[in-house]
Each structure stands twice: as structure tokens, then as C-alpha cells.
């Protein structure tokens, strides 16, 4: 074993736990004494169905005129995602007319929360799904049948659903981050029967997650999705329609430069990254892994930690330590490959479940406007080529 190994990985110092994986405790509903920003957060599907959202925020003087000293992470993260969805309803109400620039009193405050929670002032995942969510019966655990937003764009089944279905996934996630979590903690010590509790572990929560997501299609038509919520979570770099960017007005750090931040998308979700580094999935560099590596700039700072201290676990011949440890007993102990192989199997089943998502709900609808292209992902990257890529990859590593 590589003698320099950090610590045993635990999920409680990145921000993850068993029982939730990535999601935060149940999120902040409202902001205390924000009386302008929870109004614009209740009411935004009606003035973005009416399209008054520019003139709603252009009227008001203020959205929130300084940050309260008693705020905690949970009002910084509310805050967030109400200026989130408020600004990219801003940007893009008006179809093939998006704005070009932020007024100050949007741009000031969305840069200053973001600042405070280390991600650029953009709607990321973490705003629009981990941060985005409660329970109807506080009783009850997160399931799909008592889960719902706090916060949407247009409302409507489909827009709920696809985002409860990504909440579902994150916090069936937990056990199976424990899992991996044991698996490598115990390969370091060269414990064979505990790195096959948390294989087995980490398998089952794969299994449930595999199948939430091919539950997507029961609620969220490809068609409605295209149509009517794709276009609000576009961000402005690689756009077609902001080439240039988005100007932050007065916002002192961008000197009234246009800016270009990547849009809400499902790669700024940590899971995948964390098994590709735990399983030792390895991608040759392509266009996605630089567009992957990026992603990680949105993640909460946290969970980018636990993916990099993941990824920081090799042996002696530079291998991830588990895989490393797997293939070294894959005669001896074809129990454990075994195991490993089924890790690897379903992460390879949710790649390919993704993909055809990606082809049915963007690759083959018909592109109407240059904001809402079906070229590239609302990350603003070409996908259908190394998503593919990326999914023969996921297999290869156990074909050696």
C-alpha cells in the first residue's frame, strides 16, 4: 500500500452523509427580512408567464440591500437560489432576445452570495436541485411521492419532475458514497471482507438510482422539456445567442466586462465524477473531460474536496487505490472482482440510461431558436460524441 495515503476518508467532512449524500439538511423555504426577494421568488412563474420579470426587477429599488450578519450557509444558500432563478429568468423571458446585461441591483448581491459559497454567480446545480427542495410531510423520508421545489421557473409537472428526479438519485446516493467510502478505507488497511461490505453497499445504492432515473419519462415529456425548461437554465459561455457574455452592472470585480459562466447542468452533479475517481474510471482527454474538469469550478466547494481527496487515493504504481487493490486479488479473491465488476456495470447502465435521455430530450427535438440549441448541452458543450466515449471507458476498466 502506497505509504502516503492520507487519512481515512470520511463523508462528514465534506459536506455528504449517508442518509442524504450531497443534499444539504431540509433547505431554508424563505429569507428572513427579505421581503422584496421572497416575493420575487413566489410569484416568478407568473411574471415570467407573463413575461414581466425585466420590469418587475427593473421597478424595484433594491432586491436585497446588504447581507444579514446572522445569516447562516442555509439563508446564503436560499438567497442564491432565488437570485439564480432571477437572474436567468431575466436573461432569457424574451425568446431569441436574451439580455445582454444584469442591472446592478440583480448583479451586486448574486455576486456577493456567490462569493460566500465559492461558486460563480450562475445558476449551478446545487441551486437548482440540492438546494431547491421540501419535504410535503416533514414525517416522512425524500422520496418522489413527498418531495416538491421551492422554487421554479414556469412550474408544471415536467419542470418538477425532472428536477425531484435528480434530488431522488442525490440522496439515494448516500449509502452508496458510505460504501465507497468504506471500500477505500479498508483497502489501505488490506481488509478484504470490508472492502466487499462496501462494494456491495455501493452496488445497491447504484441499483436505485438506476432505477429513479428510468423513471424520468413517467412525468417529463422530451417535448415539454425542450420547450419549456430547458430554455431558462442556458448559461452564457459557448452561447450562440450571448457570444460575448453577460455584463454584471457595477459589480466592481468585472469591470463592467461581459462574463462567461457554463449553465446549469447535471455534470455539476458530484456523484458520477466521485465514482469515476473511487472505481478508477479513467477518460483519455477529450473536449468533455475539459468541460468535466471545469464543472467542478460549480460544485459546492465541499464536495469538490471530497472528489479531489477521492481522486488523491493511488498505491504505489499510481493506480486509484481500490481498483489497484481489486485487480491485484482479482485471481485469489474473485469475490471481491466480482463485486467491482457490478460497481462498474451500473455506473456503465447510468451512463447509457443518461445518453438516451440526452439523444430523445435535446439531440432530436427541433432547434427554433438560437438560445436553446440541440448541438450543445445547456453547459454549452457538443455532448453525443463523448458522452458515448466516456461510456466505453466505464466498461473498459474491467475488460483489463
Known sequence: MNSRVPQPLSLADFECSPERGFLPSDPCETLPDCPTLNHLGREMPKLLSARRVRQCIDEQPSLLPSIPPSWHDNEYRAAMRILSFAGHAYVWETPGQPAIKLPSHLAQPWYEIAQKLGRPPVLSYASYALDNWRRLDQTKPIQLDNIVLLQNFLGGLDEEWFVVVHIQIEKQAGPGLEGLV??????????????????????????????????????????????????????????????????????????????????????????????????????????????????????????????????????????????????????????????????????????????????????????????????????????????QKHLDETKQAVRT
Open 182 to 387: 468504506q471500500a477505500i478505507n479498508a483497502a489501505s488497511k488490506g481488509n478484504d471482507d470490508e472492502v466487499l461490505l462496501g462494494l456491495q453497499a455501493l452496488a445497491s445504492a447504484q441499483t436505485a438510482m438506476r432505477d429513479t432515473l428510468l423513471r424520468m419519462k413517467e412525468r417529463c415529456d422530451p417535448y415539454v422539456y425542450y420547450t419549456r425548461v430547458r430554455p431558462y437554465i442556458h448559461g452564457w459561455k459557448n452561447s450562440p445567442s450571448l457570444p460575448e457574455g453577460l455584463i454584471y452592472d457595477h459589480v466592481e470585480a468585472y469591470g463592467q466586462q461581459p462574463q462567461q459562466f457554463r449553465g446549469e447542468t447535471g455534470a455539476q452533479s458530484s456523484i458520477v465524477p466521485c465514482l469515476d475517481a473511487g472505481l478508477g474510471i479513467r477518460h483519455a482527454p477529450d473536449p468533455l473531460t475539459v468541460y468535466l474538469q471545469e464543472m467542478r469550478e460549480y460544485m459546492p466547494p465541499r464536495h469538490r474536496a471530497f472528489l479531489q481527496a477521492l481522486e488523491i487515493r493511488t498505491d504505489d504504481q499510481g493506480r486509484a487505490l481500490l481498483s489497484g487493490y481489486i485487480h491485484d486479488r482479482k485471481q485469489r479473491h474473485p469475490e471481491l472482482w466480482s463485486a467491482y465488476c457490478a460497481c462498474v456495470d451500473l455506473l456503465a447502465q447510468f451512463r447509457e440510461i443518461h445518453i438516451g435521455y440526452a439523444d430523445s430530450y435535446i439531440n432530436r427535438q427541433n432547434q427554433t431558436s438560437t438560445t436553446n440549441p440541440t448541438a450543445v448541452g445547456t453547459g454549452g458543450t457538443p455532448f453525443m460524441t463523448y458522452l
